[in-house]
């Protein structure tokens, strides 16, 4: 009995839920039929003054070239860092907001199509906070972090992004520092 009230409610919910609500009463004032002019009142989304304002930065030190997208209050999101010398790693990419994960030794990074794997340290990155993931110059590194669409960082099960578009003079001066 019960495995046939269950169905039995769920579909009367569903048609009382699909069922269109009443027309409004004639003699309701604020009821009518939008005008072909008439201009429909869209809400704005109030903005949440905890949510901070984020902005790409150039940055330079130790010699190395970095960009970093910070908040308001200048807290990191991520940091792409081209280390001046680092053999193969001179690329790095640094997301303090991620917990290392013993197991996982892939950060991904990309835009679109375009995914880059680095070599994650699992036990984090006591420097800087979070994980920092470490690679060659990939050949599509001006395609990504020039991309529209903004980057995309994801370890283990954990994501950023996509973040915000770097703009175009930033990314271009990013990429030829890091090319040098």
Same mark, same amino acid.
């Given at each position: 009995?019960?495995?046939?009230?269950?169905?039995?409610?769920?579909?009367?919910?569903?048609?009382?839920?699909?069922?269109?609500?009443?027309?409004?009463?004639?003699?309701?004032?604020?009821?009518?039929?939008?005008?072909?002019?008439?201009?429909?009142?869209?809400?704005?989304?109030?903005?949440?003054?905890?949510?901070?304002?984020?902005?790409?930065?150039?940055?330079?030190?130790?010699?190395?070239?970095?960009?970093?997208?910070?908040?308001?209050?200048?807290?990191?999101?991520?940091?792409?860092?081209?280390? $001046?010398?680092? *053999?193969? +790693?001179?690329? =790095?990419?640094? #997301?303090? !907001?991620?917990? %290392?994960?013993? &197991? @996982?030794?892939?950060?991904?990074?990309?835009?679109?199509?375009?995914?880059?794997?680095?070599? $994650?340290?699992? *036990?984090? +990155?006591?420097? =800087?906070?979070? #994980?920092? !993931?470490?690679? %060659?110059?990939? &050949? @599509?590194?001006?395609?990504?972090?020039?991309?529209?669409?903004?980057?995309?960082?994801?370890?283990?099960?954990?994501?950023?992004?996509?973040?915000?578009?770097?703009?175009?003079?930033?990314?271009?001066?990013?990429?030829?520092?890091?090319?040098?």
């Amino acid at each position: 009995m019960r495995s046939i009230f269950a169905p039995v409610a769920l579909l009367a919910l569903a048609a009382a839920c699909s069922e269109a609500p009443p027309p409004a009463a004639e003699d309701d004032p604020t009821a009518h039929e939008p005008m072909a002019n008439e201009v429909a009142e869209v809400p704005v989304p109030a903005v949440d003054p905890e949510v901070p304002v984020t902005a790409w930065e150039l940055r330079s030190g130790n010699g190395a070239a970095m960009l970093a997208l910070t908040s308001d209050t200048g807290t990191p999101t991520a940091t792409l860092i081209c280390a $001046a010398s680092g *053999g193969t +790693d001179r690329l =790095r990419i640094n #997301v303090p !907001g991620f917990e %290392p994960i013993g &197991s @996982e030794e892939q950060m991904n990074f990309g835009a679109g199509e375009t995914v880059v794997a680095l070599v $994650a340290d699992p *036990g984090g +990155d006591a420097q =800087r906070g979070g #994980v920092t !993931g470490a690679g %060659p110059l990939p &050949s @599509e590194f001006a395609a990504i972090v020039g991309n529209p669409e903004g980057i995309g960082i994801v370890y283990g099960a954990q994501q950023v992004g996509p973040l915000p578009a770097v703009p175009a003079n930033l990314a271009r001066t990013f990429v030829d520092a890091c090319r040098e």
